[in-house]
């Protein structure tokens, strides 16, 4: 860990080959892991941190999900093609499954942590969310999103009612407030991710997009909602100098890469968390009906919605031509593969002008890569 008494661990942001979920933590020189690694698990004697872009990761299932639900309902009589889709969304849905359990287990355990994050602040934004709720057009102008205002308009055409302007955070039976209310933050807030990965695990939560985005999607982009609102903007990775997270760069000397390595130093040492934010006395968790961080979570919010904004029609094209190439035609596979080429390019090409994050995916780009690099 030390070199002549001296810390020279590193911040690196490590993936897993497994759940895909990345965290932050520190290693030695000697450890021969470097930052954009992926192993295959993370060691349980290492303290791992949430920062950007951890919880973000999970929207590129979200992604696939939603925009392979966009496709099919394109074509409602195929059912060739649904059965096609479907299995796409099982994936995905499996895959996100996986990022969610991990979460949760090891934040139960106590091995990862919401890096500049008030807990206990964040437990009573949630209380607050069940309870009072958070206007709808604010989410989604936030997240840079149209989830949370498209579902009430469907709710309201399906039951001819008028929309309602508040979403409320609804939990599932098992979890109810009266509850897990009294539990401290920590298990609180694992309670609130068993929720969640109770409503991935729900098939009947898969019927279409409205129904996912309703009872699933929803949920999750509330939580992102009120980490961004309860954590020190320094965790962002927003600033100039954070971009281009890489292996091939020297990110040790950048805001946020600095601001985790002393994050988690304090986590070793169960000193106060560095950077969480204080709360002021006397001060109201909401003003009618908006957190008072309101306009810290607008200024970056953009970043993480933005990019997956970009990437779900990119995801549906990729996927429409995963799809094809297992359809019986003689030149079906050759033009899909031609298609999937571009889809790479293009993002690609996005990351060099530094549109997208150089550790952005879409899903399956990669194997094509790799099967090109093996022919």
Excluded at 195 to 207: I, R, S
């Amino acid at each position: 860990m030390t070199s002549g008494g001296i810390d020279n661990r590193q911040v690196v942001l490590l993936k897993s080959r497994f759940t895909n979920n990345r965290f932050y933590t520190l290693v030695s020189p000697e450890s021969g892991l470097k930052n954009a690694d992926t192993i295959e698990d993370f060691p349980e004697h290492l303290p791992l941190g949430i920062a950007y872009p951890c919880l973000e990761d999970g929207l590129n299932d979200f992604a696939v999900i939603r925009t392979t639900f966009e496709t099919l309902e394109q074509f409602p009589d195929d059912q060739e093609l649904r059965d096609e889709m479907m299995e796409i969304i099982y994936d995905a849905s499996s895959n996100l499954r996986k990022r969610l359990i991990e979460l949760r287990d090891r934040l139960a355990s106590g091995q990862a942590h919401f890096l500049g994050t008030d807990l206990d602040e964040l437990k009573d934004y949630m209380i607050a969310m069940i309870r009072k709720g958070s206007p709808r057009k604010m989410l989604d102008s936030m997240m840079k999103l149209d989830v949370f205002g498209s579902v009430e308009e469907a709710d309201a055409s399906r039951n001819g009612g008028h929309p309602e302007p508040n979403f409320n955070y609804s939990l599932l039976s098992e979890h109810a407030l009266e509850r897990i209310e009294p539990m401290p933050a920590r298990p609180f807030v694992v309670e609130i991710f068993q929720d969640v990965l109770d409503a991935v695990n729900n098939e009947d939560n898969y019927l279409d997009r409205y129904t996912f985005d309703k009872y699933v999607f929803q949920k999750f982009i509330a939580i992102m909602f009120i980490n961004y609102a309860t954590t020190d903007p320094i965790f962002y990775g927003t600033s100039k100098a954070d971009y281009g997270v890489s292996a091939d760069r020297d990110m040790s000397t950048t805001p946020l890469y600095i601001a985790i390595g002393e994050a988690l130093r304090a986590i070793e040492t169960d000193q106060a968390p560095v950077h969480a934010k204080e709360r002021e006395p006397g001060v109201d968790l909401l003003k009618d009906g908006l957190p008072a961080t309101t306009a810290r979570v607008v200024e970056i919010s953009g970043i993480p919605a933005s990019e997956q904004q970009l990437l779900a029609p990119i995801t549906t094209i990729f996927d429409t031509c995963q799809v094809l190439m297992r359809m019986d035609h003689p030149r079906t596979r050759e033009y899909s593969e031609i298609i999937v080429r571009a889809v790479s390019q293009i993002v690609r090409e996005l990351k060099e002008l530094s549109i997208l994050s150089p550790m952005a995916e879409v899903p399956g780009t990669k194997a094509l890569s790799d099967k090109e690099a093996r022919s």
